[in-house]
């Protein structure tokens, strides 16, 4: 009954920058939490960065300084903006989305996902 839409994904250069988007749509009364996840070739799924309905952020080590995570909650869209990507940020690329529907059901729900490459 949720469904999140991402964009922005694609092939860039070491040091470039990238900004991801996913907006949600549906049956959706209020969305608490939304987040990015990454999940690399051969490796597990893993959070990249949180942001919840009153503004507060969580971070990944490993992105820490270099993204920043903003959610726009009128339009229940999350962005990404990834700076200085490294090699080791390529990637497919997740959003997530928890919270409650208007038929006050709890939902989580995520994204198809946007594949992110960083090379030369």
């Known amino acids: 009954q949720v469904q999140l839409v991402e964009s922005g994904g694609g092939l860039v250069q070491p040091g470039g920058s990238l900004r991801l988007s996913c907006a949600a749509s549906?049956?959706?009364?209020?969305?608490?939490?939304m987040g990015w996840y990454r999940q690399a070739p051969g490796k597990q799924r893993e959070l990249v960065a949180s942001?919840?309905?009153?503004?507060?952020?969580n971070y990944a080590d490993s992105v820490k300084g270099r993204f920043t995570i903003s959610r726009d909650n009128a339009k229940n869209t999350v962005f990404l903006q990834m700076n200085s990507l490294k090699p080791e940020d390529t990637a497919v690329y997740y959003c997530?989305?928890?919270?409650?529907?208007?038929?006050?059901?709890?939902?989580?729900?995520w994204g198809q996902g946007t594949q992110v490459t960083v090379s030369s």
């Open positions: 549906g049956s959706i009364f209020s969305i608490n939490a």
């Open positions: 997530n989305a928890a919270g409650v529907t208007r038929t006050w059901r709890d939902f989580s729900s």
């Open positions: 942001i919840n309905s009153g503004g507060s952020t």
